[in-house]
């Protein structure tokens, strides 16, 4: 047993781990999410008995009856955060505790029990801990951490359920951006949207994600890496990518981004990049942004930079901008000065490779 929160842990360490020859195998080269660590953490709900059967244990499918009722009601939330080897050779988590916070109100919007913070937290500790030897040492290689929850009681009524799995697995990646940072293309959905008002577009949920995925589709169909949506009742405001906030820089150096309006995906990177941008003394506005304004900025010479963030690219640079109604590019088409300089300051901190005022980092 072992104190990861407001309940314990059982931990029973799996019977067969991947050798660590096949571990390191799988580490030179392990892509974005389809390598998994040995281990998962899986916790228990039921009504009138609170969050019990907290586990650390072997990774392994879940069976799961045909009535269970995330598979019929889309009752599902999740997170995702990183555990980096940091420079002094700790073991490092960006900002868990906003995850959990955060994960506790997606499970509000979505009518679910809400898991402890501190629970959370300790979950994902545990499974890092055990772990560890899956973490990459490559440069910016880090495990990404996948903690999850679903209505798992078996029930085809529609009411919020009164059972719930709460489920961390662990995949590492190697680099984002291997070969350098290379700018994205973008496609303007004028077809979809994401996120309505009163809508889920702020809770995380794997809702908002079917949603987005035949915008991406037709991304891909025009030549473009990624899709970002515009706001449902207008159509003339930006809202943000599928799974990225997005920023605009000024050729003043100031910077703007969509104010969280309820459709918008609170983004921890998006929170930090506010942060340290200040802190830099750039004026940074949060406010409804028109695709106009983009897209005339972009093309006098207003706008000069416009990046993407999450957690799993960190800043991401936008090149070029495509849509119905033709194209265009920010600056050169190329990686812009201050996407390059904030990147390089965020991925430091995350990396435990520069100072971190603001006790970002929580090491192991
Ligand atoms: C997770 C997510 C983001 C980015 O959030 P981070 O906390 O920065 O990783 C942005 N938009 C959507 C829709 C997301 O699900």
């Excluded at 990459?136 to 495990?143: F, H, I, R």
């Excluded at 951490?145 to 995949?171: D, H, K, N, T, W």
């Excluded at 984002?176 to 994205?184: C, D, H, Q, T």
């Excluded at 390059?340 to 192991?364: K, M, S």
Aim: with cysteine.
């Amino acid at each position: 047993m072992s104190g990861g929160g407001t309940i314990d842990f059982e931990i029973r360490p799996s019977s067969q781990p991947v050798s660590a020859t096949e571990r390191e195998a799988l580490l030179a080269n392990p892509g974005f999410g389809r390598v998994f660590t040995d281990h998962m953490v899986t916790i228990r709900y039921a009504e009138g008995k609170g969050w019990y059967d907290a586990r650390v244990e072997a990774r392994a499918p879940i069976p799961m009856d045909p009535a269970t009722a995330v598979l019929h009601y889309a009752q599902e939330i999740f997170e995702g955060l990183k555990a980096y080897h940091r420079a002094d050779g700790s073991v490092g988590l960006f900002r868990p505790d906003a995850n959990a916070r955060r994960f506790a109100q997606s499970a509000q919007r979505m009518a679910m029990a809400p898991l402890p913070e501190d629970l959370f937290v300790g979950s994902v500790r545990e499974l890092v801990n055990i772990d560890r030897a899956w973490i990459p040492t490559s440069t910016e290689g880090s495990l990404y951490l996948r903690p999850f929850q679903y209505a798992s009681e078996v029930f085809l009524g529609v009411r919020p359920a009164r059972e719930y799995l709460y489920c961390v697995i662990a995949s590492p990646v190697g680099p984002y951006f291997a070969g350098g940072l290379k700018p994205v293309s973008i496609w303007i959905s004028d077809e979809y949207t994401r996120a309505a008002p009163g809508g889920t577009g702020a809770a995380k949920c794997g809702g908002n994600y079917a949603a987005s995925l035949l915008a991406q589709s037709q991304a891909a169909d025009n030549g473009c890496d990624q899709v970002i949506f515009l706001d449902a009742a207008e159509r003339k405001y930006v809202d943000e990518l599928g799974g990225m906030n997005v920023f605009f820089v000024r050729a003043d150096g100031s910077m703007f981004t969509p104010e969280l309006n309820g459709s918008i995906l609170p983004g921890i990177t998006r929170d930090s990049v506010m942060t340290l941008a200040r802190e830099q003394g750039r004026h940074v506005e949060e406010r409804p942004v028109s695709i106009d304004e983009w897209r005339d900025g972009a093309r006098s010479g207003e706008i000069v930079e416009t990046f993407a963030c999450g957690t799993a690219a960190v800043l991401t640079p936008i090149g070029t901008v495509r849509g119905v109604e033709g194209e265009f590019k920010l600056g050169d088409g190329g990686t812009g000065p201050v996407t390059a300089a904030l990147r390089e300051t965020l991925v430091g901190i995350q990396f435990g490779r520069v100072p971190d005022p603001h006790n970002w980092t929580t090491t192991l």
